[in-house]
């Protein structure tokens, strides 16, 4: 049974850093992962994902975090990252992470990140 678990969220005031984990089990954290966020009254936003390793690894960024934000993986905990740093009251959000295997694609339940002085 392939799982998905997010953590690192919390409590930061702007200006601050957080580093979300996306912990999985289950199935190789060596396939497309995706990071997401939904803030309260809209829809939800992709961030950021990694491809494949097979595939070369590359990241990609929305505009809205480019350069605050970086996307990595660890093989040996199979689990990915989202390095957040000068976060802003616009990223208060719950983020998600999605992995893409083949056809089948797989949800976490998210971590709340808040940015408040």
């Known amino acids: 049974q392939v799982q998905l678990k997010e953590s690192g969220g919390g409590l930061v005031q702007p200006g601050g850093s957080l580093r979300l984990s996306c912990a999985v089990s289950g199935t190789s954290v060596n396939f497309k992962v995706f990071w997401y966020r939904q803030a309260p009254g809209k829809e939800r936003e992709w961030v950021a994902d990694?491809?494949?390793?097979?595939?070369?690894?590359?990241?990609y960024y929305a505009d809205s975090v480019k350069g605050r934000f970086a996307i990595s993986r660890d093989n040996a905990k199979n689990t990915v990252y989202l390095q957040m740093d000068n976060l802003q009251s616009e990223d208060t959000a719950v983020y998600s992470c999605?992995?893409?295997?083949?056809?089948?694609?797989?949800w976490g339940q998210g971590t709340q990140v808040t940015v408040s002085s």
């Open positions: 999605r992995l893409a295997e083949r056809n089948f694609h797989y």
């Open positions: 990694i491809e494949s390793t097979t595939l070369g690894g590359q990241t």
